[in-house]
């Protein structure tokens, strides 16, 4: 069994920046596609990014340009580097990462318990 661990976090103002981090541990043969998500109350959970194993990227429309996802894979770890935030940003964000446990098997889904990202205007 593996575990996501998100950092970073936490409070700014409105046009600030934050860099969130997440580090996968335990016993596992590679990682897929690595994601972000976050929810904010009262809406839907929503996808801000994703990154495959070729390192393409996708991008909710309402981060395009604002945000970037990237990932070390040698350190396990996805990285989202969030800059012009705005108020509508604050949710709680949460990493997700498609894992292969062992060879034969298939990938299954880790999620992180999420970092709350809060923007003040």
């Known amino acids: 069994q593996g575990q996501l661990v998100e950092s970073g976090g936490g409070l700014v103002q409105a046009g600030g920046s934050l860099r969130l981090s997440c580090e996968a541990s335990g016993s596992f043969v590679r990682i897929g596609t690595m994601a972000w998500w976050r929810q904010a109350p009262g809406k839907q959970r929503e996808m801000v990014s994703s990154?495959?194993?070729?390192?393409?990227?996708n991008y909710g429309d309402s981060v395009k340009g604002r945000f970037a996802i990237s990932r070390d894979n040698a350190k396990n770890t996805v990285y989202l580097q969030m800059n012009s935030l705005k108020p509508e940003d604050t949710a709680v964000y949460h990493c997700a990462m498609s894992v292969l446990i062992q060879w034969g098997s298939g990938y299954v889904n880790y999620w992180g318990q999420g970092t709350q990202v809060t923007v003040s205007s």
């Open positions: 990154i495959d194993t070729g390192n393409n990227t």
